[in-house]
């Protein structure tokens, strides 16, 4: 990789639909967005005006092909940065182009496709955030940089995600120092892979734990919600919260399970709490 002198402007392709991430490279003197390319299912509004407002060409892609055909379209480039991107990019561009993808998480852990849905289930305190290259091995590519931030309880993912994209400006920075030679990158061969997110993974039931449930519906709280059977109905649950059973007025109690006519409005904890379940819909 050429070595350039402190202060040079890196030229560079992003490929994503995070008009945020984006907007920090485009405003960073460090950086030169020449092209932008996003799939076309994930093309949106943010993306779209930041790309107008900023006068960097946009393709929309729906092949490889599409993505190949848009990088030929550019010039000497020193590297592509990729965020939220859903398609692995092939061999033959890896070896015509530097890549770095963000991962939303503290790699090596949760390699994967949906890391934060994954560390939002499995309770964690803290979620991080990673600068990688990319290889042909999904999510193993040498870490340039890594942070966390704090997923307090009232955080929703949303929050979470602008507190993650909030540390991408120290990810460009230990960019910067990594192109010019001054930063080592970690090796990245340890950590797990997950599964992607599956319709089965949000379904709770009353032998749960209590955080455990909590857990997920966290992970799902914006989204649709996460699921639960009653007799022969599914029912979506958007929001749980702890309570008292006093709370709940009338209703029966089948196992763990608190019913109101024939809908869940809970799950019982102890005689004196529960989970307490809101903008509940029969599927």
Request: proline share 3%; charged share 20%.
């Amino acid at each position: 990789m050429a070595i350039r002198q402190v202060l040079m402007t890196y030229k560079m392709v992003f490929l994503g639909s995070n008009a945020a991430v984006l907007d920090y490279f485009c405003c960073s003197q460090d950086f030169e967005v020449v092209g932008v390319i996003c799939e076309s299912q994930l093309l949106n509004d943010d993306l779209l005006t930041c790309t107008v407002l900023r006068n960097i060409p946009l393709s929309v892609a729906s092949s490889h092909k599409d993505i190949e055909t848009a990088l030929a379209g550019v010039n000497d480039i020193d590297f592509c940065v990729i965020c939220y991107f859903s398609r692995i990019i092939k061999p033959n561009l890896l070896s015509r182009f530097n890549f770095f993808n963000i991962h939303t998480s503290y790699l090596p852990t949760y390699k994967g496709k949906h890391p934060l849905f994954h560390a939002i289930a499995a309770g964690e305190k803290e979620i991080g955030i990673s600068l990688h290259k990319v290889t042909v091995a999904v999510d193993e590519g040498a870490i340039i940089s890594r942070e966390k931030v704090a997923f307090y309880y009232w955080m929703s993912e949303k929050d979470l995600l602008q507190a993650l994209f909030a540390k991408t400006p120290v990810l460009m920075g230990d960019l910067v120092r990594y192109l010019n030679g001054e930063l080592e990158p970690v090796q990245n061969s340890e950590g797990s892979y997950y599964p992607p997110f599956a319709a089965a993974s949000i379904i709770i039931n009353e032998s749960m734990s209590a955080s455990d449930i909590l857990n997920l519906s966290r992970s799902q709280a914006c989204y649709a919600g996460v699921r639960l059977a009653y007799g022969s109905q599914w029912f979506r649950i958007r929001t749980i919260t702890v309570s008292q059973m006093s709370s709940l007025g009338d209703h029966e109690v089948f196992g763990r399970l608190l019913i109101n006519g024939q809908q869940p409005i809970g799950i019982q904890i102890d005689h004196t709490y529960c989970l307490k379940f809101a903008d509940v819909t029969a599927e």
